[in-house]
């Protein structure tokens, strides 16, 4: 028994002596390895030899094996160190430790360009998410709705996986969502006569107006003056984003024309969504801000990013003077 086991002893030894060089061999590079649904062993080699070399998959692969790994149930993106053994890397892909993605939302004025970059990081399409965004029953859970679903998308960084579904990317956006409209800030949205959605909708206008945050509450202010008095907002960003146009600095006449429900110098309220996602700063900047009289804005002669406030129309129409008069002076069209 003594010889036998002492056998046993020196098999092992000489395995490991020929295996370590094996199992410790590092990858010479970085790479992200996605293995879809119900991938087979094939594939996950395939994917080893594209993105680090073909003997680190072999390698790997033979070790994951004997691992008893089952790729067709490792749906998810793994990140493979520069340096990483195959022994870790055999871990990481048959234990199914996933490396999650981050998504960043920030100042996205198009959705459908929003969706398409989220989509483009994760394992399902665009219009999949679409779908959910369209579903009125499903926004309802948030106090929105299909046209105001942009709200929902705070400027956030998320972590998910790259298999999750797009219902439970949402559902995280979402919680982000509603963990941020606590009661203290509706009742501050109730104060001002305001829905979340609608404060989002203020909000997201109001970050097109300034970077500035001394500014933003004021603003925001501003235009719920309008609102609530009945005026039309006259908002230059709604008229950019109703022709799809960010670029154009000087809004004129011809531009005031565009048939669209944000087209707010022909519609009466608020538009039907926001213009962009907006962040809990801007929010939280006019939920916070004092009380003001403010009818009219416009920006600085100076160009300095900042505006002059009026009550008046009269006190508005000479600021709006000195405001053309830079512009014409600049040729700025």
Not at 15 to 32: H, L
Request: charged share 25%; proline share 3%; with cysteine.
């Amino acid at each position: 028994m003594r010889y036998i086991i002492s056998g046993v002893i020196f098999a092992i030894i000489i395995a490991g002596f020929f295996c370590a060089p094996s199992v410790f061999r590092k990858a010479d590079k970085e790479a992200t390895i996605r293995i879809p649904l119900n991938a087979t062993e094939k594939m996950v080699k395939d994917s080893l030899s594209r993105y680090i070399d073909e003997d680190f998959a072999t390698k790997t692969i033979r070790l994951a094996g004997l691992m008893n790994a089952d790729f067709s149930s490792r749906h998810g993106a793994y990140y493979i160190e520069k340096g990483t053994t195959v022994l870790r890397a055999a871990r990481k892909l048959s234990h199914g430790a996933q490396t999650p993605v981050r998504i960043t939302i920030n100042g996205f004025r198009n959705r459908d360009v929003m969706l398409d970059r989220i989509s483009a990081k994760l394992d399902f399409s665009a219009d999949s998410l679409r779908r959910w965004l369209n579903d009125n029953v499903f926004l309802s859970a948030y106090g929105l709705n299909s046209q105001n679903a942009t709200a929902l998308f705070m400027d956030d960084t998320y972590e998910v996986y790259w298999s999750s579904s797009p219902k439970s990317l949402l559902d995280k956006i979402g919680q982000n969502y509603l963990d941020f409209w606590t009661e203290k800030r509706k009742e501050k949205a109730r104060a001002m006569n305001l829905t979340p959605a609608e404060v989002m909708i203020i909000a997201s206008i109001t970050d097109e107006e300034t970077n500035n945050i001394s500014e933003k509450g004021t603003i925001g202010r501003l235009y719920n003056n309008r609102l609530q008095k009945g005026m039309r907002l006259q908002s230059d960003p709604t008229i950019r984003f109703a022709l799809n146009d960010f670029t154009i600095k000087r809004v004129r006449g011809e531009h005031l024309n565009v048939s669209s429900p944000y087209n707010t110098y022909r519609n009466a309220g608020l538009p039907p969504g926001p213009i962009r996602t907006t962040s809990k700063q801007t929010v939280d900047a006019i939920l916070d801000s004092k009380p003001n009289h403010y009818l009219y804005m416009c920006a600085k002669e100076d160009f300095s990013g900042t505006h002059n406030f009026a009550t008046t129309f009269t006190e508005h129409s000479q600021n709006a003077r000195r405001y053309q008069k830079a512009l014409n002076a600049r040729n700025i069209h």
